[in-house]
T-cell receptor
Framework: DTEVTQTPKHLVMGMTNKKSLKCEQHMGHRAMYWYKQKAKKPPELMFV???????INESVPSRFSPECPNSSLLNLHLHALQPEDSALYLCASSLSLGQGGTDTQYFGPGTRLTVL | SQQGEEDPQALSIQEGENATMNCSYK?????LQWYRQNSGRGLVHLILIRSNEREKHSGRLRVTLDTSKKSSSLLITASRAADTASYFCALYNQGGKLIFGQGTELSVKP
């Protein structure tokens, strides 16, 4: 199974809502990532988990809260978002953290988030 | 910055033609990767070329790497409409982060 799944595919939320994005992989990967991608731009790294511990936080606002309940699951909790947070949110996983710079990252299909 | 810079930003060709995309970077690398993204979808890893390799093939894809010029190219031969997508080069920086180039938007017309 070389698949990373993400739910939901689409999400529309108001600025006062609380919602969560979910990501799952069963490839035995120990590194998992959240990226944010705006239209016609490359993905931008938000968070990295390695062995279920937060390894990198790219100075993301606290209204985004990641969680890694176990080695297969990654959540992104959303609260009090702004319209400019509307984007495609991508989850990815790799065998390990890319310190050696050789690990391929496998991406999920993304969640298209719209904040009204 | 270690980020790859790609050109062209957009490329439109007819089915059956070849498509070439280029990526330039500024620092030393261990390897360079290419990813494809269909519209509004996740990225798919295409190929990884190591710094000691000059050329690598995968099906209709050919990737070259010139470390002296700090550049790489992705060639798609005999393109198909299904190749329509955005293509990104990507490099790991020293902090272990995968940094993507700005991408080339390829349109293959039937």
């Amino acid at each position: 199974d070389t698949e990373v799944t993400q739910t939901p595919k689409h999400l529309v939320m108001g600025m006062t809502n609380k919602k969560s994005l979910k990501c799952e992989q069963h490839m035995g990967h120990r590194a998992m990532y959240w990226y944010k991608q705006k239209a016609k731009k490359p993905p931008e790294l938000m968070f990295v988990y390695s062995y279920e511990k937060l390894s990198i936080n790219e100075s993301v606002p606290s209204r985004f809260s990641p969680e890694c309940p176990n080695s297969s699951l990654l959540n992104l909790h959303l609260h009090a978002l702004q319209p400019e947070d509307s984007a495609l949110y991508l989850c990815a996983s790799s065998l390990s953290l890319g310190q050696g710079g050789t690990d391929t990252q496998y991406f999920g299909p993304g969640t298209r988030l719209t904040v009204l | 910055s270690q980020q790859g810079e790609e050109d062209p930003q957009a490329l439109s060709i007819q089915e059956g033609e070849n498509a070439t995309m280029n990526c330039s970077y500024k620092t030393s690398i261990n390897n360079l990767q290419w990813y494809r993204q269909n519209s509004g979808r996740g990225l798919v890893h295409l190929i990884l070329i190591r710094s000691n390799e000059r050329e690598k093939h995968s099906g209709r894809l050919r990737v070259t790497l010139d470390t002296s010029k700090k550049s790489s190219s992705l060639l798609i031969t005999a393109s198909r409409a299904a190749d329509t997508a955005s293509y990104f080069c990507a490099l790991y920086n020293q902090g272990g982060k995968l940094i993507f180039g700005q991408g080339t938007e390829l349109s293959v017309k039937p």
